[in-house]
C-alpha cells in the first residue's frame, strides 16, 4: 500500500482492500502504543498517517478555559500557533464533533474531533493531496483510536495537563480538576456536558456524574469559602458522595451519608450545598433532592419552562431533615441546566445583583438551536462571563443534561 517515496498506491495495484489496510494501520498502533512512553504515542500517530499519504500532522488539545486549541509538542508534528476554538475549522470540529476539511493550495486540510465516550480530548489535522471516501472512513476511526489511547494515557503523564494549559493554576483549582469526571458524556439516550469558572482558580465548586445501567446519577456541590479550604470541603462531600452512591442506597440515605461525612470532618461550622439527581434514560423518569442548591432549570425548545424547585432540606453538614424526593417526568429533547449560585450572585459595579431573572434571559437568548451539549454550555458560559462584565470573584458552574428519549431498547438495560 506505501510506496518508498511514502506515496499511496491505488488498491488495485497493492493487492490491498482499503477496509483491511485499515485494520492493519488501527492494529499497528494499538501494537505499538500498548508499551509506549505517552510522550511519544503523537509521534507514532504522525507516523502512521503518513502511510496514508497524510502530512503535516498536529493534535491540538482544548485549554482549560474552553477558548483555544493548542498543538501538542512532539517529532513528526507540526507545532504552529493555538487556534481560537470559535471561528476556526479547528474549533468547528471540535464543538460539533464532526470531521471539517479546508481546501488549500496543496491539497485538503482535514480535521477530526479525537473522541473519548463522547468526551472530546481535542483535534487532529493533517493535510491530504484529496481526500476519497475510504480516506474519511479510515481517518474518522483512527482519529477515535486515537482519543481513546490518549486519554488512556492520560493518566500517566503531565503533558497532556501542561499543554492544556494558558496560565498558571492554583493548588485548589488543581484538586478540583483532578477531582472531575470528564467534561462530557454522549451515550443512547442521553448526553451530559459541564464547564467550571474561573478554570485556574476555581476551589468550592464540583460536579458528578455517572451511569450505572439505566440510571445516570448526577450531583452538582458548592462548597463554603474560598481557596484551599474549600477545595478540600469540596474532595470529601464528593468522595462521601460516590462512597454512598456505590452502595446503591436512594437520595435521601446518600444526603444523610455526606451529611455525617461532613460534619465529623468538619464540624458545623461548615457545610455543602447540594444537588443530587437521577435519571433513568430508559423512561425520562427524574428524581431529586436540594439541599440549600439553586434549583436546576428546564429547558424545551430553547425555552426555559420551569425551576425545579420542591422541598428541600438544610445545606450539607447541618444535619437537616431527611429530605423529600420531587420527581419529574421528561419529554425527549429535554434539558436540565444545573448550575451554582457564582453565577447569579455575581454584584457589578454599581452594587447591582446578575440575578436568575437574568440568566434565564440570557440562556434563552443565545440558546443554539441544534447545538449539541458541549457546545451550548460552552455558549452559555462565555456569554453570562461577557454579560457580567467578564467578572468572576465566585466559583461558577454549569452542568446541562439532554434527555433524547427515542427507541434505543437494544442499548438500555431492560429494568427489573
Known sequence: MVMADGERRSPEES???????????????????????????????????????????????????????????????????????DGSPAGRAFLRGESVESPMDDGVRVYLPLLNSGDHVGV???????????????????????????AAKNGYTDLFSRVRRREAMTVAAEIQWSLLPPLSMTAARVAVAGILEPAYDIAGDSFDYVLNENILHLAVIDAMGHGLNAAVLATVAIGAYRHARRTDIGLAELYA??????????????????????????????????????????????????????????????????????????????????????????????????????????IERVSPGGANVREAVRTFSHTLMRERGGVTTDDATLLLVEWRGGDASRLVIPAG
Open 257 to 362: 451519608y455526606m451529611d455525617k461525612a461532613i460534619d465529623q470532618q468538619f464540624g458545623p461550622e461548615q457545610f455543602v450545598t447540594a444537588q443530587m439527581s437521577r435519571l433513568d434514560i430508559a423512561t425520562g423518569r427524574l428524581e431529586w433532592v436540594n439541599a440549600g442548591h439553586p434549583p436546576p432549570l428546564l429547558l424545551r425548545g430553547g425555552k426555559v419552562i420551569r425551576r425545579l424547585e420542591g422541598p428541600g432540606t438544610l445545606p450539607v453538614g447541618f444535619g437537616g431533615a431527611q429530605p423529600q424526593i420531587s420527581e419529574l417526568d421528561l419529554q425527549p429533547g429535554d434539558r436540565l441546566l444545573f448550575f451554582t449560585d457564582g453565577l447569579v450572585e455575581e454584584r457589578w459595579a454599581e452594587g447591582e445583583q446578575f440575578g436568575e431573572d437574568r440568566l434565564i434571559e440570557v
Open 124 to 150: 487532529l489535522a493533517l493535510t491530504l493531496d484529496s481526500p476519497s471516501d475510504d480516506d474519511r472512513r479510515l481517518l474518522r476511526r483512527l482519529a477515535g483510536l486515537v482519543g481513546a489511547l490518549m
Open 15 to 85: 493487492g490491498d482492500h482499503p477496509e483491511g489496510f485499515g485494520e492493519q494501520l488501527s492494529g499497528a498502533l494499538l501494537d505499538q502504543a500498548h508499551d509506549l512512553p505517552p510522550r511519544l504515542l503523537a509521534p507514532l500517530v504522525a507516523e502512521e498517517i503518513a502511510k496514508i499519504g497524510g502530512r503535516d500532522v498536529s493534535i491540538l488539545l482544548q485549554d482549560y478555559d474552553q477558548l483555544t486549541l493548542t498543538p501538542l509538542p512532539g517529532s513528526r508534528l507540526v507545532l504552529g500557533e493555538p487556534q481560537d476554538i
